[in-house]
């Protein structure tokens, strides 16, 4: 079924039932094709109001009329709406985790940090709750705790859907733009629609000379097809022999290096296997007292140590785990930061009952640290987070317990420093946990420690628990159903020292 609509207001608003079975809709204007979505629809005409409107920015073709073409009903179309603003109904959701306001989230994307705001792109769904229609959301932060969500920037077309890149600040002058754009490399997964049927994944280059607020892409690839889905390219610049360096995932467990003086011009100069390794490889440099040491990072949180000079990558392919659990992924380090590399993972959360799904992580500021002989690395809470959180309260561990009373919502963090953690039990906010013989037991999960706990933290937010141990060196992620962050905390068992911690907006 083909509908016209003329357009009179900025945003068309499309409904969405989250969660339904999904058809294809294209959207035209005359014979351009503009838009290509997998929308979740209403079957039952008489199941009532859409759950959320996913808002289009049409404002370029305010005047003209657009054709929306798919197998939907009468009533579908209908239910389109336009407006001035594509403002959505606040919901429930954590204080600085971020999530979308409506729609699916995964892997990072494109972080850089430019005139003084970090930028958050992100895989994105915005017709649906689930995986699908892979575009770049996107979000701005001055402290990478407070993100403000902005419009969607890439949209599926003709090469495809918009899948992981990174983003920098173009501060050569390269692709014969300003110094100030911001450049960003992401995979065209063809195939990944139908506009693309007959295409495979290339690497391509989108840019933004309004600080962000717009990207614009460029027609031409920048590497073409090398293995049928290769992709999430990592780009930075290498001091010591004047190239940028791109890190690619190729297939399997199989990695490459690439450099450019240009970036515009690939070459690969080497490739790595890594067992058990995938996808969203990520490539920076640490310090270890003396040394300088490179530090490869995939999707699962595996990391390798070894050495770049430019061309090869050598490490003792040891892998170890910056995460404990399953639940960070795809973790991207930010660009444009010169005292520190701070990373941030997309959380894989289901958020039973919202209209969002998944959630990014609290940024973490790496460094490396020698452990028993080891060197490992360490993930601790941006300082931004550290330096705004206030002590509530001081306790000690013991078998009489400790009790405080919280008045209202806040992020809560509470610190351990036990010299006995054999049996610590602790009840939160109605959710319970328990450390027994380096063992972390919380609701029907059992996570096992690699090693006797020396310090112990517990960031408790909506829908979420951070755990870091060790000085960050043992990296725990939990969902909860948590919602309301007030009430009861009560400590029991253990010997040694506590603090709890609050984090207010």
């Known amino acids: 079924m083909e509908y016209g609509i003329k357009i009179n207001q900025k945003y068309l608003g499309i409904p969405v039932y989250a969660g339904r079975q999904e058809e294809l809709l294209e959207i035209f204007c005359g014979e351009e094709k503009l838009f290509e979505f997998q929308v979740p629809v209403n079957q039952k005409e008489t199941d009532g109001k859409c759950d959320y409107y996913s808002y289009l920015n049409v404002e370029k073709y305010r005047g003209h009329e657009l054709a929306l073409r798919g197998d939907f009903s009468e009533a579908f179309f209908e239910e389109l709406v336009q407006a001035d603003s594509d403002a959505q109904e606040p919901l429930v959701r954590p204080l600085i985790h971020f999530t979308a306001q409506r729609g699916w989230i995964n892997d990072p994307n494109g972080l850089v940090y430019h005139d003084g705001r970090y930028h958050l792109f992100f895989q994105y769904n915005?017709?649906?709750?689930?995986?699908?229609?892979?575009?770049?959301?996107?979000?701005?932060?001055?402290?990478?705790?407070?993100?403000?969500?902005?419009?969607?920037?890439?949209?599926?077309?003709?090469?495809?859907?918009?899948?992981?890149?990174?983003?920098?600040?173009?501060?050569?002058?390269?692709?014969?733009?300003?110094?100030?754009?911001?450049?960003?490399?992401?995979?065209?997964?063809?195939?990944?629609?139908?506009?693309?049927?007959?295409?495979?994944?290339?690497?391509?280059?989108?840019?933004?000379?309004?600080?962000?607020?717009?990207?614009?892409?460029?027609?031409?690839?920048?590497?073409?097809?090398?293995?049928?889905?290769?992709?999430?390219?990592?780009?930075?610049?290498?001091?010591?022999?004047?190239?940028?360096?791109?890190?690619?995932?190729?297939?399997?467990?199989?990695?490459?290096?690439?450099?450019?003086?240009?970036?515009?011009?690939?070459?690969?100069?080497?490739?790595?296997?890594?067992?058990?390794?995938?996808?969203?490889?990520?490539?920076?440099?640490?310090?270890?007292?003396?040394?300088?040491?490179?530090?490869?990072?995939?999707?699962?949180?595996?990391?390798?140590?070894?050495?770049?000079?430019?061309?090869?990558?050598?490490?003792?392919?040891?892998?170890?785990?910056?995460?404990?659990?399953?639940?960070?992924?795809?973790?991207?380090?930010?660009?444009?930061?010169?005292?520190?590399?701070?990373?941030?993972?997309?959380?894989?959360?289901?958020?039973?009952?919202?209209?969002?799904?998944?959630?990014?992580?609290?940024?973490?500021?790496?460094s490396l640290v020698k452990r028993n002989g080891k060197i490992l690395l360490s993930l601790l809470p941006v300082r931004e987070y550290e330096e705004t959180k206030e002590t509530a309260a001081e306790f000690a561990l013991g078998d009489d317990g400790f009790v405080l009373e919280m008045e209202r919502d806040a992020v809560t963090e509470i610190i351990l420093e036990p010299t006995d953690a054999k049996s610590i039990s602790m009840q939160f906010f109605g959710q319970e946990m328990a450390i027994r013989d380096k063992m972390i037991f919380c609701g029907e999960e059992r996570t096992p420690l690699p090693e006797k706990i020396e310090d112990i933290h517990i960031l408790i937010d909506r829908g979420i628990l951070e755990i870091y141990a060790n000085h960050g060196t043992m990296n725990v992620y939990y969902e909860t159903d948590l919602d309301v962050l007030c009430g009861k905390i009560v400590i029991k068992g253990g010997k040694g020292t506590g603090r709890i911690c609050t984090w207010k907006p």
């Not at 959301?137 to 599926?156: C, I, M, N, R």
């Not at 983003?167 to 110094?179: A, F, H, I, Y």
């Not at 040394?291 to 490869?296: A, T, Y």
């Not at 959630?359 to 790496?366: A, F, H, K, V």
Request: net charge negative; hydrophobic share 35%; proline share 4%.
């Open 126 to 366: 915005p017709m649906n709750t689930r995986w699908q229609n892979m575009s770049w959301g996107h979000a701005v932060s001055e402290d990478l705790l407070h993100f403000t969500q902005k419009e969607e920037a890439l949209y599926p077309d003709e090469n495809g859907t918009m899948y992981s890149g990174c983003g920098l600040v173009n501060e050569r002058g390269m692709l014969d733009l300003p110094k100030e754009a911001l450049l960003f490399y992401y995979t065209a997964a063809g195939g990944g629609n139908r506009w693309s049927k007959d295409k495979l994944f290339t690497q391509r280059i989108a840019y933004s000379t309004d600080g962000g607020e717009t990207l614009v892409k460029r027609p031409k690839e920048a590497i073409g097809v090398i293995e049928p889905d290769s992709r999430d390219p990592k780009i930075f610049w290498h001091e010591e022999t004047g190239a940028y360096i791109m890190v690619l995932w190729l297939c399997e467990n199989k990695f490459g290096f690439f450099r450019s003086e240009n970036l515009k011009d690939w070459e690969m100069t080497d490739s790595i296997d890594l067992a058990d390794a995938w996808e969203c490889p990520d490539l920076f440099r640490l310090a270890c007292g003396d040394e300088s040491i490179w530090v490869f990072t995939s999707a699962d949180g595996f990391y390798y140590l070894g050495q770049f000079d430019g061309y090869k990558f050598r490490t003792d392919g040891v892998q170890h785990r910056a995460y404990i659990t399953n639940l960070p992924y795809a973790a991207q380090t930010y660009s444009g930061v010169e005292d520190r590399v701070i990373s941030v993972p997309w959380l894989r959360t289901h958020n039973a009952g919202k209209l969002y799904t998944g959630m990014m992580g609290l940024g973490r500021e790496l």
